[in-house]
């Protein structure tokens, strides 16, 4: 896929180009940004552009041998490195796919370039190593490290690249691309909307993650405070679909109250109910919002940020925290 294919991202794109034009390429990047925005897809561009055998870099669209080799990720001159399934990237990965090959002179192309997803996953000892590299660099070598967290990268590590900022996707081109591809069967707009700007979260918000929304916010709205018996319900029935889904199923619980919360403040201020992302569930919005002032609903955004952090960064028990917390966004 050439950069025109690509959705959104107009001033990384361009920047990216002017670097080509002006004979400017940088030996490492640094590509941040919210997961599933197309980062990966800008830095497989980048690499098509700066290998192409036709130097096409205004028409951007080439089917030149090198950019035909990318786009199918058969090109020995770019590569990729994902480690998916791994929670860490560690030392010997970085010391036998990136220092082994790196100082070697591209096969056939005039960069070598070195694409790392997930970057922020290289623990203490791999961003060590890592940084050695960055530090004496190979001649007609290219590092594109693409991750969500770039505060988890040393600061040495970041200020040996060029930053490229991603952005969420505006809700349209989310929507655009939804309805271009016939992805889903759901509304395609307020899919979109829940995506937040990702793609790959819209393709994610199939039926299941509906009736995931429905039943989480089911549970929160069925607790009644007078009535311990409603609230250790809830959190049975919660806590059902957190244990099949581990980690990731904990996180969309907290994006789900997280985006409800935000709705609810949306309605309590503006009022604009273009702006809020659950746009089905505007009567049960209005009827949470409107028996809480603002500064109530803000107060309940802080108790979510402190749940998710005491479970994450303390390992507290989830049972408990889940009870904690549906016991305050409830009152």
Wanted: hydrophobic content about 35%; some cysteine; overall charge neutral.
């Amino acid at each position: 896929m050439g950069f025109p294919q690509i959705i959104g991202h107009k001033p990384q794109k361009e920047f990216l180009l002017n670097s080509v034009r002006k004979n400017r390429v940088s030996h490492a990047y640094l590509f941040s940004g919210p997961e599933g925005v197309g980062k990966k897809l800008v830095a497989t561009g980048f690499a098509k552009l700066i290998n192409c055998a036709e130097g096409e870099i205004e028409n951007l669209d080439c089917e030149c041998p090198s950019c035909a080799k990318t786009e199918k990720g058969l090109n020995p001159d770019v590569l990729v490195f994902g480690y998916p399934g791994e929670k860490t990237i560690k030392v010997d990965h970085v010391r036998q796919d990136i220092e082994r090959l790196i100082h070697l002179a591209p096969y056939e192309n005039p960069y070598k370039v070195f694409i790392i997803d997930g970057a922020q996953r290289m623990n203490f000892n791999a961003q060590n190593a890592f940084l050695k590299t960055l530090e004496e660099p190979p001649p007609r070598s290219v590092i594109i490290l693409i991750t969500t967290l770039a505060d988890l990268l040393m600061p040495t590590i970041r200020s040996r690249c060029q930053s490229v900022v991603f952005q969420p996707l505006e809700t349209g081109q989310v929507r655009g691309f939804l309805e271009k591809e016939g992805a889903g069967q759901n509304d395609p707009e307020l899919v979109s909307r829940i995506s937040g700007g990702s793609i790959s979260r819209a393709l994610a918000t199939d039926e299941d993650y509906l009736r995931k929304r429905t039943e989480y916010l089911d549970c929160l709205m069925a607790v009644d405070a007078k009535k311990p018996l409603t609230l250790f319900h809830s959190v049975e029935r919660m806590q059902k679909e957190i244990k099949g889904g581990g980690a990731e199923e904990l996180k969309t619980v907290f994006d789900i109250l997280s985006t409800w919360l935000r709705d609810s403040v949306i309605l309590k201020t503006s009022g604009k109910k273009e702006e809020i992302v659950n746009t089905d569930l505007v009567k049960r919005l209005s009827e949470y919002s409107g028996k809480r002032d603002v500064s109530e609903l803000l107060g309940k955004f802080a108790a979510l940020e402190e749940t998710m952090a005491r479970i994450s960064e303390n390992n507290a028990n989830v049972e408990l925290s889940l009870e904690n917390l549906l016991l305050r966004l409830s009152r």
